[in-house]
Every structure is written in structure tokens, then in C-alpha cells.
């Protein structure tokens, strides 16, 4: 991206059988008390893919498998915008622990409606909704 004050995240929908992992940013952090689909920026020169498997184990301590991309979304929030990259990822491994958030949530896409997700996500929960 060109705007100086643009980003690009990587968001994970994390499967798990029939479920997909949400998490809640904790207290503190931007956005706090909102759901969303974990993940993080991506670093310069860093592959999409390669930064939402490190960001997941760093914030959640769990392993997943990358498989496709799904969608984008581009958000501006009041000094940022930021481009949110989805991609379809399996868990492989490890317990969830919180670093950036305070709880975490396997849910079924049908009922990902029942939860205030945090602006970017939700042009991506309504897609996954679709598919259901």
C-alpha cells in the first residue's frame, strides 16, 4: 500500500471440525472487548502466510496449517487503515494461551452473529456466514 498511514493484517478463521476460533482483544489493547479473527501485521518482506502462522503462535501459542485465501477488507479507523487479509487455516496443535486477548471461542459460523466482532471482521464473519 502507497498511504503512509495503511497496513496490512493477516486474519486467521481458524477450523476445528465443525467450529472456527474467535478470540476477544483483553482490556488495554485497541479494540478491547470485541471478537475477531486472530492474527497481526504483517513485517516488511515477510510472506502473508508465513506471518499469520507466527502471529497465531505468539498471540495463542498454537500451531495451524494456512490454506487458502478467502478475502480482504480494508477498514479505516481513526489515524489507521488497515487491510485485512483472510485466509481458510486448519489447527494442528498446541493449548491456547492470551497474550492480546482474554478469551477465545470455537463457534459455529451460524452463531458467530451473537458476537460484536471489531469493525474489519465483520465484512468477513458476514462472508463466512454465507457459506454456511
Known amino acids: 500500500m502507497t498511504d503512509i498511514n495503511s497496513i496490512v493484517v493477516v486474519a486467521a478463521i481458524i477450523k476445528n471440525e465443525n467450529k472456527i476460533l474467535i478470540t476477544r482483544k483483553a482490556q488495554g489493547k485497541s479494540n478491547a472487548g470485541k471478537w475477531e479473527l486472530p492474527g497481526g501485521k504483517v513485517k516488511d518482506g515477510e510472506q502473508e502466510k508465513s506471518a499469520l502462522k507466527r502471529e497465531i503462535n505468539e498471540e495463542l501459542g498454537i500451531l495451524i496449517d494456512v490454506e487458502e485465501f478467502f478475502m480482504a477488507n480494508r477498514h479505516s479507523y481513526h489515524e489507521i487503515t488497515i487491510e485485512l487479509r483472510a485466509y481458510w487455516c486448519r489447527y494442528s496443535g498446541g ?33 463466512i456466514q454465507e457459506r454456511v
Do not use: M, P
Not at 110 to 120: K, W
Open 95 to 127: 493449548t491456547i494461551k492470551y497474550t492480546d486477548h482474554d478469551r477465545a471461542e470455537w463457534v459455529s459460523a451460524a452463531d458467530l452473529s451473537g458476537y460484536i466482532f471489531s469493525a474489519a471482521d465483520i465484512a468477513i464473519i458476514e462472508k
